[in-house]
């Protein structure tokens, strides 16, 4: 696991899209994995920009995304759907049919979360994954317990995760209490993983991730069985750097 550490948000959304915009002119058929939250709104404007300024096209590009709320349509504001299209998806080129994000209102939640895992293999999976992480350490919607080998499925929000989340709802009542998310070993398998965080109220969460062994207890250590992850966070989000490193962690500190 490569971490790199840079001054602020601006750099970090700037970093992230280079890596991701490269794979594209690269790869102009890839698949990637995109996640929702205040964390890759930057990210996914450098995209925009780029897109509008040097064309990079997202024509044959697939996506599939981490998560999506339970009970809420795809047209419904706080939705991942909605927030995808309107962050996204509707700025650039690519086909809205080969964006794929979990359906939360499927009459048969079960099956759509099967069928999900399946369309990513069916896809060749995903090239390279995107996540934020949650103060908790959940990646996806996978809190604190999740096994490593679970697939895409169903889970109950912790309260911990629906209060961070409540900011974007009227009240934490709105907020729903189970969501579909792609499983921890669902996103071990993308072949490359970036994860951002940004802000003070991350640190505990990316200390953490720096210098615990993998453990259920704290699901972004999952990462650190896998050999392809770049962590890029700002300095709030890691305001020491003489950590002991575990196995296998690089720093490099541009900040
Ligand atoms: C979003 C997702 C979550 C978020 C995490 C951080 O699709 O899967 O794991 O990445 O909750 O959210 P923000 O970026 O809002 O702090």
Redesign the pocket.
């Known amino acids: 696991m490569k971490v790199i550490r840079v001054n602020d948000y601006e750099t970090m959304s700037k970093k992230g899209a280079e890596i991701i915009i490269s794979l594209v002119q690269s790869n102009p058929e890839t698949t990637l994995g995109l996640?929702?939250?205040?964390?890759?709104i930057g990210l996914y404007e450098n995209l925009i920009q780029d897109h509008k300024e040097n064309g990079t096209s997202y024509k044959k590009i697939t996506t599939f995304?981490?998560?999506e709320y339970m009970g809420l349509d795809g047209d419904h504001p706080q939705s991942?759907r909605y927030f995808m299209d309107h962050q996204l998806f509707n700025h650039i080129d690519i086909p809205k049919e080969q964006t794929h994000v979990p359906n939360g209102n499927a009459a048969n939640m079960e099956e759509e979360a099967q069928n999900y895992d399946n369309q990513i293999k069916a896809h060749g999976g995903i090239q390279l994954q995107l996540?934020?992480?949650?103060n908790n350490g959940?990646?996806?919607?996978n809190e604190p317990g999740t096994a490593f080998d679970s697939r895409t499925h169903i889970v109950q929000l912790d309260e911990s995760?629906r209060k961070?989340?409540s900011r974007f709802f009227d009240s934490i009542d709105e907020v729903p209490t189970h969501a579909i998310?792609m499983g921890i070993q669902t996103i071990l398998e993308s072949k490359q993983i970036i994860l951002l965080a940004s802000g003070a109220?991350?640190a505990d969460a990316i200390h953490k991730l720096i210098t615990e062994e993998p453990n259920e207890d704290f699901p972004a250590s999952a990462l650190k069985q896998h050999d392809n992850v770049i962590v890029i966070v700002d300095k709030d989000a890691l305001p020491d750097t003489n950590l002991k490193l575990t196995d296998g962690i690089t720093l490099e500190d541009l900040a």
Request: charged share 10%.
């Open positions: 996640a929702t939250g205040s964390t890759p995304n981490l998560d991942y996540l934020g992480i949650g959940h990646i996806g919607f995760t961070a989340n998310t109220s991350k």
